[in-house]
Each structure stands twice: as structure tokens, then as C-alpha cells.
């Protein structure tokens, strides 16, 4: 078990450029199995879901080989369909290799995902969608068998504007025989960046970003084809934060701040002060930073709930009561119990907590319960006096690409002890 040692109290100062987006990769490494040409990502975070997602593809037969941030694929001689069983339960976007199994193979077989535990995580929309798409699906000893040799274009709805199941629904539905169209989808920009990958590998989509999505079947192969990942806006918000709440002064470049308006209305809320140009933005934070009357977790463009912690650990420390809610997951609120256990002052029932700002933390003993606890309370620790050891750090991996490192470069200390 990795471990975090924090020495509180040194604000953040300084240019960093921001990793690429692990909700955009994921989805898009999974969707180069579809391709039968070379595939160059850039600007590829290095973390843990992206090495097991490598993992992964490399299991089913393609080639993949990594350098730096740039990971190159051969899936031409990818020939299996049946996903890897111990990968699967580690990494939630396993889920993601459904649809791009379906499209190459027309079978996939996978157990039900893994990955952080931030509530019970349904996957009902995914499989309705590809069974409207024609694939049959049932469940054999605990794994799903998808079949669809030949899946068709479907009219679908979503009940709810879910980021996995529009992914996944597009990517079937590229290879499908005819014409797609998916409503209510959901408008995260990383759908977007999906989108671009998979017109490049061949595919005709388009509408992502909206609530329509429209999707040509019958996919035509291209020899080869290059996609730089998009920025981490969840990575970019999360070191505002630590900005935030060190009292800090803090430039970030490769972001797309079209894509933040929600976190960045909140910490100007809290105080900060934002300048933003093209791809940079600046916060500088002097004093302690105002309470945020409501933070509230919506479908993008709304305020993400890949965000609420990091937020929550900022309104710990703020001058006055804060009240967060989650709509999304709902055991999101696993950072409470640890941050209290730093002096944070919070009431919590169901999805909603309410938070009275202390004017410190107090370093103390604490443990990642999930990529996002481990981001906040990781943020805490800097704003807290004294030593803030995190525990369970392997879950910080999976998502950030050397936070330590990077919290570091800015003038954190923080030490990393591997166990
Ligand atoms: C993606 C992100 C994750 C983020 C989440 C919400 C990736 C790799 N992960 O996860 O970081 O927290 O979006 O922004 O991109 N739901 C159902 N049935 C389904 C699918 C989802 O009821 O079949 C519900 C979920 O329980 C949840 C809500 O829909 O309440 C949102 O989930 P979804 O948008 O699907 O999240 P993910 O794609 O899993």
C-alpha cells in the first residue's frame, strides 16, 4: 500500500501543463480495437487504468507499445472477443470494450466491472442500447455474452444521459448495418474527443457535445490514423483547488476552459481570482476562501461529480457553511469520514452534506477510498497543519499522473512511500 506524507501549509506557485484526459483515453484506447491500421495516441496519460486498459488490449491480440505519452496500437491482429476476468474487476472501463468487441467481432464476453467504489454502478443502459443495436445478451456464469454479427441502426432514448452507455452505443453502432440515431445522450466533452478518434479510424459520426447524436453504420477502415487525447479538465480543476485552498498562485497550460464554466464559477464563488486566456488560466487566492452556498452534481455541462470531492475539501476550510450535493453516485461522500477525522466540520445525510468552514485542518492519518477521496484529501493535507499522511495511493494512480510529483514541481512536499 503507497502512502502520501504531506507537510502542510506551503502554497502552490508556479506553470504546469495539465495530463491528458483519463475519461477520454479510456474510451478511446477501447475503441482501437475497431481499427485494423496503426493507431497513434498522444498526449496519453500515464496512470494505472490506461496501463490495465493497455493490458487489456494486449490480451485480446493486439499490439500496443507505449512511449512516454505516446502509445501505439496495431489491433489488426486482435482475434479474441472474451475479456480478461482478473483486468475487468480492476478497471470499471472494461465496460467500454462491449461495444468496440461487438463492432470488430460481433461477440464479446466480459464479467461485470471494477474500478473505484462509488456506489452501485448499473449498466442496464448500455445493454439495452446494444440490444436495440440487434446484439443478443444474456448472462452465463456471472459474465455477459453479447452476440450481434449482424447489429442494425436503431432509434435509441436513454433515460438518463449516461457517459459509458452513449459511448458505448456509438461504437457499436458505427459497424451496424444503416443509420443510428441516439438521443438524450450525454454532452461531456470527452464524448466529443471520441467522436473525433473514431472519425479518424473511419467511422461518420457526429452531434457529440449535443443531447443528438448521429451515427452512420458501416464503418470503412483506414491504414492509419493519429489523435491527441484532449486536455484532463477533472485534473486541471483539482490542482485549482489545491491553488485554492494553499492560498496559492497557480498558471495552467493545455486546458480547455470552455470546458470548466462550472468549476470555474464555483471558485470564483469561493474567491479566487481566474484569469483565463485560450488554453490557460491563472488563479491566484489570497486569504481564506469564501463558503459556496451550493454545489450541486449534474450531467455536463453541469458541475461534475469527478469534482466534488476536491471541492469538498476547498468548503472545509472555507469562512463560513457550505452545502454539497450529490445526485450522481450515491456512496460519493467516502471522504467525509476522513476528512472529519482531520477537523473538518460536517453534517451528512443521504446525498447531501453540509460543511462549516474551520479555519485550519489538522494533519492526521487518512485513506483513499477512491480516485477523487484520495485527490481531496491530498488537497487538505496541503492546506493542514502539521503532517498529513494519505494512505491507498494506488487509487490516486489510477487517474492522476504523479500527483505527488506534480503538487511538488509547484512547491508542495509531499513524500512518496511505496508499500
Ligand atoms: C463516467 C466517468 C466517471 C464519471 C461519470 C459521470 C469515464 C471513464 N468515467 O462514468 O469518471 O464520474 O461518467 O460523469 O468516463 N447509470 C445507470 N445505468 C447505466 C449507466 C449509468 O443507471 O447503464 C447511472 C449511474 O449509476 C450514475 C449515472 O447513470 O448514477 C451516471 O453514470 P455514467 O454517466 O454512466 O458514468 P460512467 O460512464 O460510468
Same mark, same amino acid.
Given at each position: 500500500?503507497g502512502?502520501?506524507?504531506?507537510? *502542510? ?26 481499427s ?15 496501463d ?6 494486449? !490480451?485480446?491480440?493486439?499490439?500496443? %507499445? ?5 502509445? #501505439?496500437?496495431?489491433? *489488426? ?6 475479456m ?7 478497471? #470499471? ?5 462491449? *461495444? ?7 461477440? =464479446?464476453v ?44 436503431a432509434?435509441?432514448h ?7 452507455a ?10 451496424a448495418k ?6 438524450? =445522450?450525454?454532452? !461531456?466533452? !470527452? ?10 479510424i ?10 443528438t ?12 490514423a ?11 480543476g483539482?490542482?485549482?483547488?489545491a491553488?485554492? @485552498?494553499t492560498?496559492?498562485? @497557480? ?13 470555474f464559477?464555483?471558485?470564483? %464563488? ?10 490557460t ?57 476522513e476528512?472529519?477525522?482531520?477537523? =473538518? ?7 447531501? =452534506? ?8 489538522? *494533519?492526521?492519518? @487518512? ?27 494506488e ?5 492522476y499522473?504523479?500527483l ?11 513524500? #512518496?512511500?511505496?508499500?
Amino acid at each position: 500500500m503507497g502512502r502520501f506524507i504531506i507537510e *502542510g501549509g506551503h502554497p502552490l506557485n508556479g506553470t504546469l501543463k495539465v495530463q491528458g484526459a483519463k475519461n477520454a483515453a479510456l474510451p478511446i484506447l477501447a475503441a482501437g480495437i475497431m481499427s485494423r491500421g496503426e493507431v497513434t495516441l498522444t498526449n496519453c496519460p500515464c496512470i494505472r487504468d490506461v496501463d490495465n486498459m493497455l493490458d487489456i488490449l494486449g !490480451e485480446l491480440g493486439a499490439g500496443t %507499445e507505449r512511449r512516454g505519452d505516446t502509445i #501505439r496500437l496495431s489491433p *489488426g491482429d486482435a482475434s479474441r472477443c472474451v475479456m480478461p476476468n482478473r483486468l475487468s474487476k480492476e478497471l #470499471r472501463s472494461s465496460i467500454f470494450m462491449l *461495444g468496440p468487441l461487438l463492432s470488430r467481432f460481433g461477440r =464479446a464476453v466480459c464479467t461485470y466491472p471494477g474500478g473505484c467504489e462509488i456506489g452501485h454502478r448499473p449498466i442496464d443502459l448500455h445493454l439495452k442500447g446494444l440490444a436495440a443495436l440487434g446484439a443478443d445478451i444474456r448472462e452465463e456464469r456471472g459474465r455477459i455474452v453479447c452476440e450481434g454479427k449482424n447489429l442494425h441502426g436503431a432509434d435509441i432514448h436513454l433515460d438518463y444521459p449516461s457517459v459509458g452507455a452513449t459511448e458505448n452505443i456509438m461504437m457499436a453502432a458505427a459497424s451496424a448495418k444503416g443509420d443510428t440515431c441516439i438521443t438524450n =445522450a450525454a454532452r !461531456e466533452p !470527452e464524448i466529443e474527443d471520441l467522436q473525433n478518434f473514431l472519425n479518424a479510424i473511419g467511422c461518420s459520426i457526429w452531434g457529440a457535445g449535443t443531447s443528438t447524436l448521429y451515427v452512420r453504420g458501416g464503418m470503412e477502415h483506414v491504414p492509419s490514423a493519429v489523435h491527441r487525447i484532449m486536455p484532463d479538465r477533472i485534473a486541471a480543476g483539482t490542482i485549482l483547488c489545491a491553488a485554492a @485552498v494553499t492560498g496559492g498562485n @497557480v498558471t495552467l497550460t493545455d486546458v480547455c476552459c470552455d470546458h470548466m464554466g462550472a468549476a470555474f464559477a464555483k471558485l470564483r %464563488e469561493a474567491g479566487c481570482e481566474l484569469s483565463q486566456r485560450a488554453d490557460t488560466v491563472t488563479i491566484e487566492m489570497k486569504g481564506r476562501p469564501n463558503e459556496i452556498k451550493l454545489i450541486e452534481t449534474y450531467p455536463y455541462p453541469g458541475f461534475p461529480t469527478d469534482m466534488q470531492a476536491q471541492f469538498f475539501a476547498l468548503c472545509t476550510v472555507a469562512e463560513g457553511t457550505s452545502v454539497i450535493v450529490e445526485n450522481l453516485f450515491e456512496n460519493r461522500f467516502r471522504h467525509c469520514a476522513e476528512l472529519a477525522k482531520m477537523g =473538518a466540520v460536517i453534517t451528512q445525510k443521504d446525498r447531501t =452534506a453540509i460543511v462549516r468552514g474551520v479555519e485550519k485542518l489538522s *494533519g492526521a492519518s @487518512v485513506s483513499a477510498r477512491d480516485l477523487r477521496c484520495g485527490a481531496a484529501l491530498t488537497i487538505a493535507g496541503l492546506g493542514a497543519e502539521g503532517i498529513t499522511t494519505v494512505d491507498n495511493t494506488e487509487l490516486i494512480d489510477r487517474g492522476y499522473q504523479g500527483l505527488d510529483k506534480v503538487l511538488c514541481s509547484l512547491g508542495a512536499r509531499i513524500t #512518496r512511500e511505496d508499500g
